[in-house]
């Protein structure tokens, strides 16, 4: 069986639950995880510790919290207040942690899915998503990862263009795949707005409605914007349904066109506006 399953965000306690529910077999099946493995809940390694377990049967990609967790462990960005990262960073083998989390996907296509932990801008199909996800994995996994990470953050380029090189085209891509929410008609991010579909700036709508884009008929099934709740339509999954806000977990097992929809109900790890 196939599972497809929303953020974690440090929650292994309704992880585990999720996989007892599913009575989830490592022989038998696999579960591709949306990206944010950590930060904000109780148990970020014990997460990464139950993944890693699972070993070939789970595809972890990764959100903008995971790469947070990159960046504070090289010095590049300030813990923040409600981070809960400092068990993995203070691990006595915290660089075979990291070095695991760096080598993790950021964009995969399989089994008739596209799956990236936030948006797709308008001007990617499913392939160049994946070949522009494996530039930047290529990044993260290399020597050279510590300087990547220095000049990952920020806003601009905020549009793409095909003849983008170097760091802001690698920029431009993270932001795509582990930021976006909204974008306007021509491709423009925006990313000062976290609300749901009727929180939309003037002129920006959800990166899934511009017209056009070129992943319409691709299902694409993604996390990272719990304000938006669950999404389940033919060509869309949107799976962040607020674990550690005391929401629930999501999975949906996915078997051709059939879907079998499973909620795990969560404890609040954190208080909304905290972070």
């Not at 017209?211 to 319409?216: E, F, N, Q, S, Y």
């Given at each position: 069986?196939?599972?497809l399953?929303g953020?974690l965000?440090?929650c292994c306690?309704?992880f585990?639950r999720?996989?007892?529910?599913?009575?989830f077999s490592?022989?038998?099946?696999?579960?591709?995880v949306?990206?944010?493995?950590?930060?904000?809940?109780?148990?970020?390694?014990?997460?990464l510790?139950?993944?890693?377990?699972?070993?070939?049967a789970a595809?972890c990609?990764?959100g903008?919290?995971?790469?947070h967790?990159?960046?504070?462990?090289?010095?590049?960005?300030?813990p923040?207040?409600?981070?809960?990262?400092?068990?993995i960073l203070?691990?006595?083998?915290?660089d075979d942690?990291?070095?695991?989390i760096?080598q993790?996907r950021l964009?995969?296509?399989?089994?008739g899915?596209?799956m990236?932990h936030?948006?797709?801008?308008?001007?990617?199909d499913a392939?160049?998503t994946?070949?522009l996800?494996a530039e930047?994995?290529?990044?993260?996994a290399g020597?050279d990862?510590?300087?990547f990470l220095t000049?990952?953050?920020?806003?601009?380029?905020d549009k793409?263009?095909?003849?983008?090189?170097?760091v802001?085209?690698?920029r431009c891509?993270?932001?795509s795949?582990?930021r976006?929410?909204?974008c306007?008609?021509?491709?423009?991010?925006?990313f000062a707005?976290?609300?749901?579909?009727?929180?939309?700036p003037?002129?920006f709508?959800?990166w899934?409605d511009v017209?056009?884009?070129?992943?319409?008929n691709?299902p694409?099934?993604?996390?990272?914007w719990?304000t938006?709740?669950?999404?389940?339509?033919d060509d869309?999954?949107?799976?962040?349904t607020?674990?550690i806000?005391?929401?629930q977990l999501t999975a949906v097992?996915v078997?051709?066109?059939?879907?079998?929809?499973?909620q795990?109900?969560?404890?609040?790890a954190?208080?909304?506006g905290?972070?």
């Open positions: 069986m196939i599972y399953v953020d965000q440090g306690n309704p585990e999720l996989l007892q529910t599913v009575d490592p022989s038998r099946d696999h579960v591709y949306l990206g944010d493995l950590v930060n904000r809940g109780p148990d970020s390694l014990g997460v510790r139950r993944l890693r377990e699972l070993d070939n595809t990609l990764l903008n919290h995971d790469l967790l990159l960046a504070v462990a090289h010095g590049v960005r300030k923040h207040r409600s981070d809960t990262l400092d068990e203070n691990a006595p083998d915290r942690w990291l070095n695991w760096r993790r964009a995969v296509h399989e089994h899915w596209l990236v936030a948006g797709v801008v308008p001007q990617w392939a160049q994946v070949a996800a930047v994995e290529a990044m993260l020597p990862v510590g300087e000049r990952m953050y920020g806003n601009e380029p793409w263009d095909d003849s983008l090189q170097g802001p085209r690698w891509v993270v932001n795949l582990t976006l929410r909204f306007s008609v021509d491709g423009t991010m925006e707005t976290k609300e749901g579909v009727g929180g939309a003037e002129g709508m959800p899934f017209p056009g884009r070129r992943t319409a691709t694409v099934a993604f996390g990272h719990s938006l709740g669950l999404i389940n339509r869309l999954m949107a799976l962040d607020g674990c806000w005391g929401g097992r078997d051709g066109a059939t879907r079998e929809l499973i795990i109900d969560c404890p609040q954190q208080k909304p905290k972070g």
